[in-house]
T-cell receptor, first 115, second 110 residues
Framework: KAGVTQTPRYLIKTRGQQVTLSCSPI?????VSWYQQTPGQGLQFLFE???????NKGNFPGRFSGRQFSNSRSEMNVSTLELGDSALYLC??????????????FGEGSRLTVL | GESVGLHLPTLSVQEGDNSIINCAYS??????FIWYKQESGKGPQFIID?????DKRQGQRVTVLLNKTVKHLSLQIAATQPGDSAVYFC?????????FGTGTRLLVSP
């Protein structure tokens, strides 16, 4: 079974631009979460989607948004990029259908560099 | 690898030794705890989890201990191997929202 796939793996943007990152979860997984990983702040939760609905959101500004499609694939968007947005963006999927916490399977991430 | 903290606490062990990685969590209401391993250039990989109604859980070569009184979690790795070299994160949470610790770098020398 294929794992979580994230595209692109690496990208470089300049301040003020916007970026869209894509995540394809493991087949059958309906929950997709996004995390930001930086050396200074570590791994921080961005948001979680289930059945095209955002169920939970972390403490990030409104420039960070996401969505989930009917096939469970998810995208996240960051608008008006700032230097501090440079990070590894990780997507994780889970098979959990209810409110319980299940094992998260992470992709290898999209490394964003903002110049 | 290059994405994790530059000043992570580091545990250096010899191959074959047992390793103990510690973690203090912040939310006394958390009822679910997980340990993840992150190798260089890869996303975090699930190792083992434990719920708050337990104080110990064992997996293959790994044991997680939970002390709710002092909000402390530990991961024990038996017979540590060079392939265990990675950054280890504890996480707490629920409902698909995890709060990760800062991580510990484990270095295993042959």
């Amino acid at each position: 079974k294929a794992g979580v796939t994230q595209t692109p793996r690496y990208l470089i943007k300049t301040r003020g631009q916007q970026v869209t990152l894509s995540c394809s979860p493991i087949s059958g997984h309906r929950s997709v979460s996004w995390y930001q990983q930086t050396p200074g702040q570590g791994l921080q939760f961005l948001f979680e989607y289930f059945s095209e609905t955002q169920r939970n959101k972390g403490n990030f500004p409104g420039r960070f948004s996401g969505r989930q499609f009917s096939n469970s694939r998810s995208e996240m968007n960051v608008s008006t990029l700032e230097l501090g947005d440079s990070a590894l963006y990780l997507c994780a999927s889970s098979v959990v259908t209810g409110g319980d916490t299940g094992e998260l399977f992470f992709g290898e991430g999209s490394r964003l560099t903002v110049l | 690898g290059e994405s994790v903290g530059l000043h992570l606490p580091t545990l250096s062990v010899q191959e074959g030794d047992n390793s103990i990685i510690n973690c203090a969590y912040s939310n006394s209401a958390s009822d679910y705890f997980i340990w993840y391993k992150q190798e260089s250039g890869k996303g975090p990989q699930f190792i083992i989890d434990i719920r708050s109604n337990m104080d110990k859980r064992q997996g293959q070569r790994v044991t997680v201990l939970l002390n709710k009184t002092v909000k402390h979690l530990s991961l024990q790795i038996a017979a540590t191997q060079p392939g265990d070299s990675a950054v280890y994160f504890c996480a707490e949470g629920g409902f698909q929202k995890l709060v990760f610790g800062t991580g510990t770098r484990l270095l295993v020398s042959p």
